[in-house]
């Protein structure tokens, strides 16, 4: 169990001897002083103290005075302070107190019932933003050790890209093919992607480098962005793709909306069974948000994966022609979703398709 540190200040050594007997259990580690200059002291020594139990009547700088201090610095101002008082604590000290920076007022003589449970309380709070805060250091490591990840593929992508492009483009000017309408087509196409998915590459080294902060907003025209997507995820002949006009102009960064797109749009391609396959992709204006939409006409998702599904590493039964699951996918998209402040659901039942919603804020 994690020790809770509490910093206990009052100019009478036996007032502190009895608050520490109050408060004293197995995990907590106390830390006294006997002035406001000692208590200062204290605090900037020790940067693991929870909570600062304070005395407001004391010789020299009192407890308003410290506290004031404590929350005028960065490095203290989030240390929960409780003030222990003789004074009554009659409207106007409460005020002031309060505006100095306490959390709290316990009332000498101490009631040990009621003192014990406020402590219980703050040290909870505490133990609480520790592990939130060490959740958040957690997450910044992966998602860095992700983002380089990332730059290493990607990278490594563009070296065969670039081959690629060199020799379609070689065939593109090859006068044996041209007279050969349908093969010159095909390399055409071919050609016309190789080029998009090496500047998407180039996007995504772009991304991998800059923090979220450095990633630049653009202005992103949503029908040219699905257009773009559903051109590069070359769908069958049996599927029919509908972009249901119209759609916003957002200020956005186009390459995480253009991932959640891709990956809803690439899912409704390949899990759907249907002879003649729907894919329909369209946009609702709300207040503050776009509600997207990713609709299909395939199997659906029965009722007991709906959860899981965006969950990391988790697989449901459905099966897609020749392509295989890693249950990553709808995670991440939901996470970009998030980030944005809004959220990624679906309406489906088994056999009657699925439509994903997204919300991307304006």
């Known amino acids: ?166 020799i379609l483009s070689l065939l593109e000017k090859d006068e044996r093919l041209v007279k050969q309408s349908d093969l010159y087509n095909n390399i055409e196409m071919l050609s016309q992607s190789a080029n998009h998915l090496s500047d998407m590459i180039t996007a995504i080294l772009d991304y991998s480098r800059k923090s979220v902060k450095e990633q630049q907003v653009e202005e992103v025209d949503v029908y040219e962005l699905v257009l773009q997507v559903t051109y590069l995820l070359f769908p069958p002949h049996n599927i029919h793709i509908d972009i249901v006009a119209p759609m916003p102009v957002v200020q956005t960064r186009k390459l995480k909306l253009m991932q959640v797109f891709q990956n809803l749009i690439s899912n409704a391609i390949k899990y759907n069974d249907k002879e003649k396959g729907i894919v329909e992709i369209g946009c609702r204006e709300l207040e503050e948000y776009y509600e997207f939409y990713v609709k299909d006409n395939g199997p659906g998702i029965a009722q007991k994966d709906q959860e899981r599904i965006f969950y990391l590493f988790e697989v449901t039964q459905n099966k897609a022609r020749n392509e295989t699951s890693t249950g990553i996918g709808l995670n991440i998209m939901k996470m970009l979703v998030e980030e944005q402040g809004g959220k990624l659901w679906v309406d489906t039942s088994t056999d009657n398709g699925s439509c994903f919603y997204f919300q991307w804020r304006k």
């Open 1 to 166: 169990m994690q020790n809770f540190t509490i910093l206990l200040v009052d100019d009478r050594e036996e007032n502190i001897i009895a608050l520490q007997e109050i408060l004293e259990t197995e995990n907590r580690k106390f830390i006294t002083a006997t002035s406001g200059n000692e208590a200062l002291r204290q605090v900037l020594k020790n940067e693991d103290i929870g909570l600062i139990m304070l005395d407001v009547q004391m010789p020299g700088m009192d407890g308003f005075e410290v506290a004031k201090f404590l929350k005028s610095n960065p490095k203290t101002r989030d240390i929960s302070i409780v003030f222990v008082t003789a004074i009554n604590t009659d409207e106007q000290n409460v005020l002031k107190g309060f505006q100095e920076g306490a959390v709290d007022y316990l009332q000498k003589p101490l009631d040990i019932s009621i003192t014990k449970a406020k402590v219980k309380v703050f040290e909870q709070l505490y133990l609480y933003q520790q592990k939130l805060k060490q959740s958040v250091s957690e997450a910044a490591y992966i998602n860095k050790q992700l983002e380089q990840f990332v730059y290493i593929v990607s990278h490594d992508l563009k070296s065969p890209l670039a081959a690629i492009i060199t």
